[in-house]
Every structure is written in structure tokens, then in C-alpha cells.
Nanobody, 124 residues
Framework: QVQLAESGGGLVQAGGSLRLSCAAS????????MGWFRQAPGKEREFVAA????????YYADSVKGRFTISRENAKNMATLQMNSLKPEDTAVYYC?????????????????WGQGTQVTVSS
């Protein structure tokens, strides 16, 4: 089992940057696919980015491609999401998630564990 804790959210102006971190408990972090999702008020939770166990392959939603970068440091049990050129439509609660299986990493159903979320607000 793994526990996840996000940090780094906040209020930023459009065009600005934020770096989200996800700290994981346990000694098996490297065995999990890690993902970031977000949920805006009144909307469903949506995929943002994912990174496989080795870190060599990443996946991004079209809406964030070229602006966001997902990375991981297995030795530190940490996953990060660097968000640049932020837009008001990026405003949402951002969740970190961990998957122990081999299901499609762009779907919420692939993930076994979720953090509590961190609020990101982008003002225009």
C-alpha cells in the first residue's frame, strides 16, 4: 500500500508557472505508474499526465502537451508536475495517483491510490 501527499498548489497569474510535488510513503514507489489528474468544479476528473515506472515513457493530455512536464525520482519516492504557461482553464484541484497494474494510465480506473489533492488557481 502507498500513501500520497500533494503539495505546491496555489494562486498564479496566467502565463505563470507552478511545480506540484507528490510524496509517496513506502519502499515500493518504483513499482507504481504515477499519474496526475485534475478536477474543476462541476466537471469530471480528467487525465493530465502519467509516467511509467522507469520514467522513460510519459503521457500527456492534449490540453497540457508542451506546457506541463511530469517526472519522478524513485530514490526520493517523489513525482512532480512542472506546469508552465498556465491558463485560467487549468484551474482545478490536482490529484496525484499511483497504479500497481498495467491498465491504460490515462484512465482513472487504472489507479489504486489517490492523494487528497492540491488547489491550483490561475487568474486571468
Amino acid at each position: 500500500q502507498v500513501q500520497l501527499a500533494e503539495s505546491g498548489g496555489g494562486l498564479v497569474q496566467a502565463g505563470g508557472s507552478l511545480r506540484l510535488s507528490c510524496a509517496a510513503s513506502g519502499r515500493t514507489f518504483s513499482t507504481y505508474v504515477m499519474g496526475w489528474f485534475r478536477q474543476a468544479p462541476g466537471k469530471e476528473r480528467e487525465f493530465v499526465a502519467a509516467i511509467i515506472r522507469s520514467g522513460r515513457t510519459t503521457y500527456y493530455a492534449d490540453s497540457v502537451k508542451g506546457r506541463f512536464t511530469i517526472s519522478r525520482e524513485n530514490a526520493k519516492n517523489m513525482a512532480t508536475l512542472q506546469m508552465n504557461s498556465l491558463k485560467p482553464e487549468d484551474t482545478a484541484v490536482y490529484y496525484c495517483a499511483a497504479s500497481s497494474g498495467t491498465r491504460n494510465p490515462v484512465t482513472t480506473g487504472a489507479y489504486d491510490y489517490w492523494g487528497q489533492g492540491t488547489q491550483v488557481t490561475v487568474s486571468s
